[in-house]
Each structure stands twice: as C-alpha cells, then as structure tokens.
C-alpha cells in the first residue's frame, strides 16, 4: 500500500435480521404506549373513575413522550446503544407489570409517567441503531420499516389488548403486554453488531 493511499473505510454489512428484531421491539414499546386506548372503559369501571379522567392516561403519556423523548435522549446520550435499547425494554416490562398490580387510578397515573419517561428513549435509539446496522444505501429503507412498528401496534396490537380487556380484564392485558415486551428480548440472540455499539443519539 503507498504511503499516500488510505484506507478503505469498512461499512457495515446489511443485516436485516436485526432491523426486523428492532421492528419487533419498537411494536412491543407502541403496545406499552396505546394501551389505555384499549381498556378505557374497563379501567373507569374497576378504578372508579370517569372514562374522561381514564382517557388522561394517554393525554399525560403523550406529554411525556413529547418532553421526554430528546430530553432523556441528550441525558443519556453517553450512554453504549445496545444497553440502553435492552434497559430501555427491561423498564417497559416492570412498568407493565407494576401496572397490572396498580391498587388504585393515580397509582397506575404514577406508574405509567415514570415507565413512559424511560420508553421515551426507544423511538432516537431505534432509529440510530437501524442507521448502524445495515448498509448506507439501505438505511432510509430500513428507518423506515423499524417505524413500521408503530403502525402494527396500532393495527394488530390495539384490538389485540382490546380484546384481552373484554374477555380478561385490564389487568390482564397489561400481564400480556409485559410477557410480550420480555420475549422481544429473545429476538436479538447475538446482541449488536459492533457497528451499533456507539453511544445514544444526541
């Protein structure tokens, strides 16, 4: 090699499979945010509360995924992406869990801003680590169907926790939820490509 000539500069490979497994992940992170959408009427019934005061579990969620997102994603923007994807998933698990147990309205109100405050983090961390993992010429394609994700929650995962609801009760659902968060786990076998072991988005 001459001494003026420079190295070839290594690209990452395509790697579908983990752009898929960030798809899955990203559905199950949606789930945990739209599910009060689909049990608005049991959870006013068993809290004891207006299904207008019900419905402020998605209002307040919003407001803290609008503040809570570039907030959290400049905080931790230090912080290696593989762990705070995988810490990130570990939260939305035990908020959904603890949600379940909630004894009361302002319990699970508490429960779901502090869980969501956290699952702010996987929407710049998503689409960061899907610019990393595959090639450049494939990362607009890719962004996009990790967003993807979204539309299925709302699609499949809605009248899924709908359903639960009905038959099951709230509760229920948000145990399914949670189950669902922790089997998104199962998805990434091999962890990050080195590629994708940078640090948060900023």
Same mark, same amino acid.
């Given at each position: ?81 593989? @762990? *705070? %994807?995988?810490?990130? &998933?570990?939260? +939305? =698990?035990? /908020? ?5 147990? !909630?004894?009361?309205? #302002? @319990? *699970? %109100?508490?429960?779901? &801003?502090?869980? +969501? =405050?956290? /699952? ?5 961390? !998503?689409?960061?680590? #899907?610019? *990393? ?20 929650? #709302? ?22 939820? #949670? ?24």
């Amino acid at each position: 090699m001459h001494l003026h000539e420079k190295p070839a500069i290594r690209q990452p490979r395509s790697s579908p499979f983990r752009a898929h497994c960030v798809n899955v992940r990203k559905s199950r992170d949606r789930c945990s945010v739209l599910a009060p959408a689909g049990m608005l009427i049991e959870l006013s019934s068993d809290l004891g509360v207006s299904v207008h005061t019900a419905g402020l579990l998605i209002t307040f969620g919003a407001v803290m995924l609008c503040v809570g997102s570039p907030l959290t994603a400049w905080l931790t923007s230090w912080i290696e992406r593989r @762990s *705070l %994807l995988t810490a990130t &998933l570990a939260v +939305l =698990a035990l /908020g959904n869990f603890a949600s379940a147990f !909630a004894p009361d309205y #302002a @319990s *699970l %109100l508490i429960i779901r &801003l502090i869980m +969501l =405050a956290v /699952g702010a983090l996987y929407t710049p961390q !998503a689409a960061g680590t #899907a610019a *990393l993992i595959v090639s450049p010429e494939k990362r607009g394609g890719t962004i996009a169907y990790v967003f993807l994700g979204w539309s299925l929650a #709302a699609a499949v995962g809605l009248p899924l926790i709908t359903f639960i609801t009905s038959r099951y009760g709230w509760r229920a659902a948000y145990g399914g939820i #949670a189950s669902s968060v922790l089997s998104a786990f199962s998805c990434w076998p091999g962890g990050c490509r080195p590629d994708c072991s940078a640090r948060g988005s900023t």
